[in-house]
């Protein structure tokens, strides 16, 4: 679904669960720190989280 490698994908959620602010086994993931998260997400996260918020909103 995300159009990129298992190898890729393994290779972050480990360097997030490393991090702390997941738990992943067996690609099951598990956000353990969400703050924790966002603070290692790139910015383009809060635009791309309030665009799907109003696109939804929207919707009603």
Do not use: E, K, W
Not at 10 to 29: E, F, H, N
Not at 38 to 54: E, G, H, K, S
């Amino acid at each position: 679904m995300l159009a990129v490698r298992r190898t890729s994908v393994s290779q972050v959620a480990s360097a997030l669960a490393d991090d702390g602010c997941i738990r992943y086994s067996r690609g099951r993931i598990t956000i353990t720190d969400h703050h924790l998260l966002q603070t290692n997400a790139c910015p383009c996260y809060l635009v791309i989280r309030d665009t799907f918020t109003t696109a939804c909103h929207d919707l009603r």
